[in-house]
Each structure stands twice: as structure tokens, then as C-alpha cells.
């Protein structure tokens, strides 16, 4: 049987202070990679790691490869998000204030 897990990437600088990322690329927090951490306990044993290159999720999977020896990371591009345009890098006040009712 195929198990499929999906796992989203770690708290990035971006996460901790509410702004937008989409295509920008902030880097995990220290509490990012705990939670990376974590979740590769909680994974058990896979076949394969598909990340997006945006850092933030290749060093989420890089963190969990290398808890449960699973490598090397396939990267697709596919997996990354979408692009926020001009919302990315705002908060959600920011983007209130500029598109009212969004």
C-alpha cells in the first residue's frame, strides 16, 4: 500500500512575525527546525522526500532526512507556492489597510 504524508515546512521568519511569504524565500526560525525536529520523530520510516526549493521547506526536509535516513531529498519546483504579488512580505493588517475587504 502507498502512504502518502504531506508535511508543511517549519515556522520561518516571516511565520513569527504574520507576514505573507508566497515565493519569498525567509529562512526557518530556531523553532522552525524543533518543529522540523519533531515531526520527523512522529514520521517513522518513508521511501522518498519531495521539498519544494524554497528554503524554508528544503531545510524542513533536509532536518527530517536526516533524522530518519531517508536521502537524497527529490527537489520540485511544482511544490513551491504561489506567488503573493504585492501582498508578499505584508501582514494581514498591512494588507487590510491597502485592500480594504480583500
Do not use: C
Not at 87 to 93: K, N, V
Amino acid at each position: 500500500m502507498t502512504r502518502l504524508l504531506l508535511v508543511r515546512h517549519g515556522q520561518s521568519e516571516w511565520n513569527a512575525v504574520g507576514r505573507w511569504q508566497g515565493k519569498a524565500d525567509p529562512a526557518l526560525t530556531d523553532f522552525g527546525r524543533q518543529q522540523a525536529f519533531h515531526a520527523a520523530q512522529r514520521i517513522g520510516s518513508v521511501d522518498l522526500i519531495v521539498a519544494s526549493p524554497l528554503i524554508r521547506a528544503f531545510e524542513t526536509a533536509q532536518i527530517i532526512s536526516s533524522q530518519i535516513g531517508v536521502g537524497p531529498i527529490v527537489i520540485d519546483a511544482d511544490l513551491m507556492e504561489r506567488d503573493a504579488g504585492e501582498w508578499e512580505g505584508l501582514t494581514r493588517a498591512e494588507i487590510e489597510s491597502e485592500w480594504p475587504g480583500y
